[in-house]
């Protein structure tokens, strides 16, 4: 590290230092605030390794409606590492015609199951490219522990494995209450919520419950919808399936000292509080 620095600073400060320097435009160089801006860029640069480093390789969990969606690109821009989904990193094996694309391709054609062999050789193929080598966030993967398994295999093989788990914990009655209450306009896909974000036609029966017929896009006047997984029936099924395979990867991690929870029941802001001191070695 104090290699990939010193190299750093050679680079950008040899004509800040006043060393001479043919390439370098001395105009840009001499001026005390580029001096100072590019003093400041090493500083913050130099900081945020020492918090972060080494590579970073990150499982990030979360029920559905627990704020992954807003947590996971925070931590990518913060880190400079991407956030990897097994359903991108699919999808684009498949464009992209590699071998395992391939057989990920004819899987699907027959309806089928991608099986984990599969899903391990994408993520396989896509932590080799250049934008991982600072590490990555998984989003979706491991979800049973047989993959959790295969992936630190996986990691091993290079002499790496998971340095961090974030876990969001949101009681499962709160992720009802933001899940089930969620409509939206299916032709733009402007959302609403019965409760932060009512649309402003919207009235209550006797049992506090939106009447069908007043749920209309405000900007169309067309009825909204909910989406088949957004009812109380359907995130029962998915809560349990949720939990089911998560305790056992928590707990598969948790004798590493890397898994942390972070509570997701409070205000985003100090939610990204906490993961960001989640991440911290």
Request: hydrophobic fraction near 35%.
């Amino acid at each position: 590290m104090a290699f990939l620095f010193s190299k750093f600073q050679m680079m950008c400060c040899d004509g800040a230092t006043g060393q001479d320097n043919a390439d370098i435009d001395p105009v840009v160089y001499t001026s005390f605030d580029t001096k100072a801006i590019v003093k400041e860029a090493i500083k913050k640069s130099e900081e945020k390794f020492a918090i972060y480093w080494p590579r970073n390789i990150i499982v990030l969990f979360g029920p559905p409606g627990s704020g992954k969606g807003t947590v996971a690109p925070n931590i990518e821009e913060l880190l400079s590492t991407p956030q990897l989904s097994t359903g991108d990193m699919l999808r684009a094996a498949v464009s992209q015609k590699t071998e395992v694309g391939m057989k990920a391709q004819e899987v699907m054609k027959v309806g089928g199951l991608v099986s984990d062999e599969i899903v391990i050789g994408i993520i396989r193929d896509r932590i080799k490219e250049d934008d991982c080598k600072l590490g990555f966030i998984l989003d979706g993967f491991p979800r049973t522990l047989s993959q959790a398994k295969a992936l630190d295999k996986l990691l091993g093989e290079e002499g790496a494995s998971v340095t961090k788990i974030i876990a969001l914990m949101v009681p499962d009655e709160v992720l009802e209450e933001r899940i089930c209450g969620r409509w939206i306009h299916k032709s733009s896909g402007r959302s609403y919520h019965v409760k932060f974000a009512p649309p402003q036609r919207m009235e209550l029966d006797g049992s506090g419950k939106p009447i069908l017929d007043s749920m209309k896009d405000d900007t169309t006047g067309e009825a909204l919808i909910q989406r088949p997984d957004d009812t109380s029936e359907a995130l029962k099924k998915r809560l349990e399936g949720y939990h089911n395979e998560t305790v056992p990867i928590l707990e598969h991690y948790e004798t590493e000292g890397i898994v942390k929870k972070v509570n997701a029941n409070i205000k985003p802001s100090l939610v990204w509080d906490e993961v960001k001191s989640a991440l911290k070695r």
